[in-house]
């Protein structure tokens, strides 16, 4: 089946599609268009209660905090998809270091990895941005180091096993080169576990984003972000306690989406379900035994040199055909 | 014009594994390489193609139509790899990529020495799919390979080996992994392709009833040494090898004489 029809039928891959569905669709409407400009201030309309016309109530200085949320959605998308990039180039890059090198380079970018993987991302973005200052830029470094480095100890070992794969090993003898190995072999099968992971990054960078936005070191000053919003409403939390709700409700309901959906691919793309060892053993124990093969299994008679007079030959072929035509059923009853 | 091992010898750090092994083979010549496990008939196989794994050293000399191969870079050993000496494994099961059709396996070498266009590798698949006795070929090439049999992968992986018509083919124990009955039949499907095809044949096997249906001439390996290399006729008749007896009695044994079995079971009946 359609690994997208699967993932549609995976309740918590479908509300985490559905949770990245809206806050795409979101940021890409607020580059044209917000309930009220989110950045405009009007004393006479400070801590209004939720209405119609402000859903979310207003800030302390009158600002529609609906709107401020909905122009943050930006700054939490562009930060996902900056570091689900910039994490992904470098862990792959880290990983082809690390599995399709000489034994001496590989060993030592391995334990570089186990040693880097040691330090948190907050920390990294925290040294970037005592250094440089913060903004945006940095949380996306720190997110692509931080996170770049988890995707390259999951996808190295993943590199290392296709490469040890017969298919490869065969299909080197049939004469294709190293870059033809990467591009035919290796990348598609390490394909499910990495979109996996940096579904599972862009959650860990939406995170970060609104940490480091909280603590001061990300989204400038004049740019809504979930995070800065927290902060500055969080100060306020003796006047309006309700009012903080909302970008943190935003933010977990948003995090979690990107976890759920990371679990529904990795449901979907599970390895063991198009593992052609596992699934040809149920075909083979459902496969009409034909008396030549069962005469064949025995290994003290040969079949192949008489057969025994009380039994009907079958053709090889006619047993091959059998399976055959059990398989594609057998496979649809598997999943 | 021929394939020809010289002194061949394979080091892994202090451990030599393979001593010393020379043959030679001519293009429609058929040569069996036949030895138990741990013998370096494999390793032998993987040096010509300059495929052994990490830590494998190998010396001597491998000539391929005068040039020699040992030594020389990757990058041109895979010019000569699928098109000119091309390679038949031992496992059907994992000897094809699970994530891509029969189709696009299929004539994979082809593809990549004959510069085929599309249309021209999918026409060439078909065409082998058909050569080879695939059922409902069309159909199959649309499957992948778990949705195959072993019989049938492992068919798919020899039209692969011939479809860029090489020179030279290995095959390691291409009909080890398949039961009795499949094994009979690939033998001879094999058999005729090589045949017709006319390339020279290493054929690594540990059964010498399968050696002496494939083989005009065999060498004994034990150890990674050649302890014996006789025309098969004389190793089944006067084995002059302590391993060549043995795998002739082994061969016996198995499937040299069935008879009494069948006897014993249709009075029974």
Redesign the interface.
Known sequence: MNPLRKLFRHPAGLFGAIVVAVLVLSALVSLVWTPHDPVFTDSARRWLAPTWAYPFGTDNSGRDIFSLIVAGSRVTVLVAVGSALGAGILGLLLASLGALTR?WVREGVAVLIDVLIAFPTLLIAMLLAAAWGGSLLVVIVAVSIGFGVNIARVTRPEIRAVLA???V??????????L?ILR??VI??ILPVLIVQLSWGMAIAILAEAGLSYLGYGAPADTPSWGRLLSELQTYIGIQPLSVLWPGAVITITVLGFNLLGDGLRDVTDPTL????L??TVPASNAPVSP??AA??T????????E???ITPVS??A???A??SE??ET?EGTR | MSLIVENLRIDFGARTVVHEVSFEVSPGARLGLIGESGSGKSLTALAI?G?LP?GARASGSIRLDGEELLGRP??EL??????RI??V?Q?P????????RIERQIA??AR??GRLSKAQTRARALELAELV?L?EPAE?LRRY????????RQRV?IA??LS?GPRYLLADEPTTAL???????ILNTFDTLVRESGSGLVFITHDLAVLARIADHAVVLADGRVVESAPVRTLLEAPQSELGRRLLAAARR???R??P??RE??TN?
């Open positions: 034994r794969a017969d298919y090993l065969a299909a080197r003898a049939s004469g294709i080169g190293s033809g035919r072999h598609p099968n198009a593992d052609p060892i699934s040809e030549a093969a064949g299994a290994s003290d008679s040969s079949a192949r040199e008489t025994p007079a009380h090889p072929d047993t091959e055909a399976s055959i398989t594609p496979q | 193609l495929l990490e990757d990058r895979a010019g000569i790899r699928g098109d091309a390679m494994f496992e099961r994992t000897a094809l990529n699970p994530l891509r994979e070498p990549l020495h006795g059922p199959i390979p778990h949705e195959l049999s072993g019989g049938q992986s692969a080996a860029a039961d009795v009955t499949v094994q009979s039949e198995t499937a040299f069935p008879a079995i069948t079971e249709s009946d």
